[in-house]
């Protein structure tokens, strides 16, 4: 047809005919994938039949902040509850540089070699939420693993407080558990708070420390060696050997210092380098009679009841505390409040119970 403005009337003015577009610029743009969203069921299903890509968006969910998300991720560890601890879990810490993740990788590779199975590899960095995303449990720092068929590995969870961070890890070793993962490594930073939330989920606590870094006793910051089972002095290589050597004698007999532990087992002191692959088969021994030990003499149900004990209580804290903090009229007057004390008009203790009495007489009125 002729334009119309080709029409006598619009004099001066000439149009040409143009030509056919293609529908699309580009005709190979990929189509946004919708989204697969299942049913709870359908999760759990997946899980059980250890379909990875299911389990890692049932992770996805467990780690959403989005409350319709939640719900969905609490009924899929509720069902997988039953499916879930058959698995050796193993904390593993030291500071940054100490060989977490030289060491992960080949500790990976020497338990899945020689006995098979599945191992899980998952992170628990309270510093994340700083820094926007955790290195830790960081695929590419585990270069064999990471391509292993039967690992996982999965970063830390990154938004929330210390203890949301730690519940998510706890939940997603429930999921992996009931995927068929009978190895499960929580690794963390040797830097305080999050061991005793890494303690607290796991079975064996190792504790990789360094010689010869001019303070010895990095790591006794009491509290992290008390929680250990074993202590391996990593870069037990070249000519560190007798540095790491003099360290693991240092270690031994600060440990004598402590109290026998509930567990009645006695932490080792052992040397390797992860680098290098030596050591590897001494370490993994230590970490297998414990488990003999601990069986043994059923200390090993009897720290998991205590830890689901624990959880319970950390779950309480963590409801109450959002359920709290994410009142409407509770974030208002909180700004009012934080000035008030800022400014003392009024006193820390005041202000807070102010704050409380507020919160209570609204869920009263529920
Ligand atoms: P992470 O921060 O604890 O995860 O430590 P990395 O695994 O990233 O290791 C830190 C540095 O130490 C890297 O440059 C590694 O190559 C090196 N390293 C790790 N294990 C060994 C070891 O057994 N011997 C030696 N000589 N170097 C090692």
Redo the contacts with the bound molecule.
């Keep these: 047809m002729e334009h119309p403005e080709n029409d006598n009337h619009y004099k001066g003015l000439k149009v040409n005919k143009g030509v056919v577009q293609p529908p699309v610029v580009n005709p190979y743009r990929r189509k946004r994938v919708k989204k697969v969203t299942f049913t709870v069921d359908e999760y759990v299903a997946g899980i059980l039949a250890g379909d990875v890509t299911i389990l890692s968006q049932a992770v996805t969910l467990v780690e959403s902040v989005n409350p319709q998300h939640q719900v969905i991720a609490q009924q899929v560890i509720e069902k997988c509850l039953p499916y879930s601890g058959h698995s050796m879990r193993i904390g593993i810490s030291?500071?940054?540089?100490?060989?977490?993740?030289?060491?992960?990788?080949k500790f990976g590779i020497h338990l899945l070699k020689k006995f098979g199975g599945k191992l899980a590899v998952l992170a628990i960095d309270p510093s994340s939420e700083r820094s926007k995303g955790s290195?830790?449990g960081d695929k590419t720092?585990m270069e064999e693993l990471a391509v292993h068929p039967d690992s996982f590995i999965r970063p830390s969870p990154a938004a929330g407080s210390l203890g949301g961070v730690a519940r998510k890890t706890r939940e997603t070793i429930i999921l992996c558990e009931a995927a068929g993962f009978d190895k499960v490594f929580v690794?963390t930073?040797g830097v305080g708070q999050s061991e005793i939330a890494v303690h607290s989920m796991v079975d064996f606590f190792l504790l990789?420390q360094l010689a010869n870094t001019g303070d010895e006793l990095q790591g006794i910051k009491r509290g992290i060696m008390e929680m250990a089972d074993g202590i391996v002095i990593?870069?037990?290589?070249?000519d560190?050997i007798p540095y790491c050597d003099l360290a693991a004698s240092r270690f031994r007999n600060a440990l004598h210092l402590f109290p026998v532990p509930d567990s009645k087992w006695t932490p080792k002191v052992l040397t390797?380098?992860?680098?290098?692959g030596?050591g590897i088969e001494e370490v993994w021994k230590m970490v297998y009679d414990y488990m003999d030990f601990v069986k043994k003499n059923h200390y090993f149900e009897k720290k998991r009841r205590r830890q689901a004990k624990y959880w319970m209580y950390e779950s309480i804290n963590e409801q109450l505390r959002n359920s709290f903090f994410n009142n409407e009229s509770i974030g208002t007057m909180l700004k009012e409040k934080e000035e008030d004390v800022l400014n003392d008009r009024e006193s820390s203790f005041t202000a807070a119970h102010e704050l409380l009495e507020l919160y209570f007489s609204q869920i009263q009125k529920r």
């Design positions: 030291g500071v940054p540089g100490a060989g977490k993740s030289t060491s992960i990788d290195i830790l720092r690794e930073v990789i990593n870069k037990a290589d070249g560190n390797y380098s992860g680098f290098y030596i």
